[in-house]
């Protein structure tokens, strides 16, 4: 079964307006942890921000927030003011108590901002 | 400098010419593993290494290898490689995952390969 699902394989938002980028996940372990990246067309994999399964409060990191719903299994990437630099490929990444470190991916979504 | 790095970047090769990528961190991180990317799977998993000497497979291990002799060097090994090894490959390396933590993974800049 998929563990990560992203739905969306492409998002266009306007420079200046916030966008939501989806993220669901699977895991029957109490214990863990949520990424996002970012990979612009460059191809390097960046880090954006991350959240763990017993944190009470949303992550946010500068623009980039995540929109946290335990119960129903969603980590959502917010980002505001979007940028033109924000055009790239986002992947929603867990990794689970069971499997160590090792991250499971998502299929990623293209987010394009226009001007 | 914090870093991952990976050599080749680009490399083009041919069916069956055994080939090594190699990856090296200097944050002194436990765990280390290969990912391939390909459009619409996103990333998946081939080894991983919890240490020095300690390797398992991950998702996609058939057609790799990889040695684990030192703690910062973790070579990714083709030993036939075959045109659907084409892919985008990234070697990360991260601390270990202690039970009540979870660190970030540090990615290298990424190796295009291709086999024609």
């Known amino acids: 079964a998929q563990k990560i699902t992203q739905t969306q394989p492409g998002m266009f938002v306007q420079e200046k307006e916030a966008v939501t980028l989806d993220c669901t996940y699977d895991t029957s372990d109490p214990s863990y942890g949520l990424f996002w990246y970012k990979q612009p067309s460059s191809g390097e994999m960046i880090f954006l921000i991350y959240?763990?399964?017993?944190?009470?409060q949303n992550a946010t990191e500068g623009r980039y927030s995540l929109n946290f719903q335990k119960a129903r299994k969603s980590a959502n990437l917010v980002i505001s003011a979007s940028q033109l630099g924000d055009s790239a490929m986002y992947f929603c990444a867990m990794r689970e108590l069971t499997s160590g470190s090792r991250l499971t991916f998502g299929e990623g979504t293209q987010l394009t901002v226009n001007p | 400098e914090a870093q991952v790095t990976q050599n080749p970047r680009y490399l083009i090769t041919v069916t069956g010419k055994k080939l090594t990528v190699t990856c090296s961190q200097n944050?002194?991180?436990?765990?280390m593993s290969w990912y391939r990317q390909d459009p619409g799977l996103g990333l998946r998993q081939i080894y991983y290494s919890m240490n020095v000497e300690v390797t398992d497979k991950g998702d996609v291990p058939e057609g790799y290898k990889v040695s684990r002799k030192e703690k910062r060097n973790f070579p990714l090994i083709l030993e036939s490689p075959s045109p659907n090894q084409t892919s985008l490959y990234f070697c990360?390396?991260?601390?270990?995952?202690?039970?009540?933590?979870?660190?970030?993974?540090?990615f290298g800049p990424g190796t295009r390969l291709t086999v024609t």
């Open positions: 959240q763990g399964s017993y944190d009470q």
């Open positions: 944050m002194n991180h436990e765990y």
């Open positions: 990360a390396s991260s601390l270990s995952y202690p039970r009540d933590r979870a660190y970030e993974q540090y």
